[in-house]
């Protein structure tokens, strides 16, 4: 620690998890830059009116950040240490084996930076081990999404087009022009912007092409991305990710339970990743915690939160297929129900565990049925997202 990830924008809900640990005063001493909305981009490079979260609902959550990862989670695991967690930096897990003895303990071997190896016995296991998803590869748990067959190629610029001072800046989703890929713009509080395409496996990943030639080639058709990249360097390597979005079929078992990315993953889409990492992480350690004390680690006492969670994520996921569809449009879909305004905002904030967050998909989902069943393609560049004096002009294309 610190050490590179990606997954820098973060959605407005994660305030209350990082208040629980207590590092919203941390955060900004460190400065990380202010997100106050999101903007989408169509693919002619016509901006929405940026959404601006305090509109919504002014909180204290809604302003949110865009983070350099690699402070971020030094925070995290510096924190932990300062609350009393053993935290072993530039540690490898060898091997690990579930109740091994049969005595309902889990064996892990752990490699220090020295070479030596350690054998820790434990009675809960909590595996976070981001996308190697350990204890899910090994059982054979891991479901990839089928229809999030997904690839991204990413890099950091410098001298990138940021939002003046006196506006505030926001996370940009850029549609390229036939809307096959789009890109996510996230500035940097170091003044460098990530930017990132993302598109099917197959598509952005082309045979005959090198990510670098791919990535050129997708810019050089998203017109949003282009005018903001016009004077910018690239200061790193371009990096790839392809098949990053899927499910597990089990979350937990007798003494050991799945967080972040181990649990699942959906999409960048929507910013969504590191909220329910934090979500799941909490409510883990919450039933870990009521466990132990009463000599509970059963996988149903370790799991009783995966219901709640699986649920909310559920509607994430589907807004998220609905981005994907080009029947799709927040433009032309608020055109004609304008009254779902409060609940589309709170799926993109992640207000997903309270309420009645999927009431939206009773008449969203047929609606984009009749489209495709009418050969209707209401793509972001359709002549139905235009201007209407009862449609929020965050929802307008």
């Known amino acids: 620690m610190p050490r590179f990830h990606v997954g820098e924008s973060l959605m407005p809900e994660t305030y209350w998890t990082f208040e629980r640990l207590g590092v919203i005063e941390e955060f900004r001493r460190i400065a990380f830059t202010r997100k106050y909305g999101v903007q989408f981009v169509n693919g002619d490079g016509k901006e929405s009116r940026a959404f601006i979260f305090s509109e919504h609902e002014p909180r204290a959550s809604a302003m949110t950040w865009h983070v350099e990862r690699a402070e971020l989670d030094c925070l995290l695991f510096d924190t932990a240490a300062k609350h009393g967690a053993d935290c072993r930096d530039m540690t490898r897990i060898i091997d690990f084996r579930l109740n091994p003895s049969g005595d309902n303990l889990h064996e892990v071997t752990l490699q220090s930076p020295d070479g030596s190896r350690h054998l820790v016995r434990t009675k809960v296991l909590v595996d976070a081990s981001g996308q190697q998803a350990l204890i899910a590869n090994r059982l054979g748990l891991v479901n990839i999404d089928p229809m999030l067959k997904k690839a991204a190629i990413?890099?950091?610029?410098?001298?990138?087009?940021?939002?003046?001072?006196?506006?505030?800046?926001?996370?940009?989703?850029?549609?390229?022009?036939?809307?096959?890929?789009?890109?996510?713009?996230?500035?940097?509080?170091?003044?460098?912007?990530?930017?990132?395409?993302?598109?099917?496996?197959?598509?952005?990943?082309?045979?005959?092409?090198?990510?670098?030639?791919?990535?050129?080639?997708?810019?050089?058709?998203?017109?949003?991305?282009?005018?903001?990249?016009?004077?910018?360097?690239?200061?790193?390597?371009?990096?790839?990710?392809?098949?990053?979005?899927?499910?597990?079929?089990?979350?937990?078992?007798?003494?050991?339970?799945?967080?972040?990315?181990?649990?699942?993953?959906?999409?960048?889409?929507?910013?969504?990743?590191?909220?329910?990492?934090?979500?799941?992480?909490?409510?883990?350690?919450?039933?870990?915690?009521?466990?132990?004390?009463?000599?509970?680690?059963?996988?149903?006492?370790?799991?009783?939160?995966?219901?709640?969670?699986?649920?909310?994520?559920?509607?994430?996921?589907?807004?998220?297929?609905?981005?994907?569809?080009?029947?799709?449009?927040?433009?032309?879909?608020?055109?004609?129900?304008?009254?779902?305004?409060?609940?589309?905002?709170?799926?993109?904030?992640?207000?997903?565990?309270?309420?009645?967050?999927?009431?939206?998909?009773?008449?969203?989902?047929?609606?984009?049925?009749?489209?495709?069943?009418?050969?209707?393609?209401?793509?972001?560049?359709?002549?139905?997202c235009r201007k209407d004096e009862n449609v929020p002009d965050a929802f307008l294309c």
């Open 154 to 384: 990413w890099g950091y610029f410098s001298e990138a087009e940021r939002n003046p001072p006196v506006e505030p800046e926001v996370t940009c989703i850029l549609h390229t022009e036939d809307k096959l890929a789009w890109f996510w713009y996230i500035p940097l509080s170091d003044g460098r912007v990530s930017v990132g395409a993302v598109g099917d496996n197959d598509y952005l990943l082309k045979a005959g092409m090198t990510p670098e030639d791919r990535f050129e080639w997708l810019r050089a058709r998203c017109p949003g991305v282009k005018k903001r990249l016009e004077r910018a360097a690239l200061t790193t390597p371009l990096r790839v990710a392809k098949e990053f979005s899927y499910t597990t079929s089990q979350r937990a078992g007798d003494g050991w339970v799945l967080v972040g990315d181990a649990y699942g993953f959906i999409d960048p889409v929507y910013s969504s990743g590191v909220y329910l990492a934090l979500k799941s992480g909490e409510w883990a350690a919450d039933a870990i915690i009521d466990g132990l004390r009463n000599n509970d680690v059963s996988a149903q006492q370790l799991g009783r939160w995966t219901p709640q969670f699986d649920q909310g994520v559920h509607w994430i996921r589907k807004l998220v297929h609905a981005f994907y569809c080009n029947e799709f449009s927040f433009g032309a879909f608020m055109k004609q129900y304008p009254h779902y305004g409060q609940n589309l905002t709170d799926l993109l904030i992640g207000k997903v565990f309270e309420g009645d967050p999927g009431r939206i998909f009773t008449d969203l989902d047929p609606w984009m049925e009749k489209s495709k069943a009418m050969g209707h393609d209401c793509s972001m560049t359709d002549p139905m």
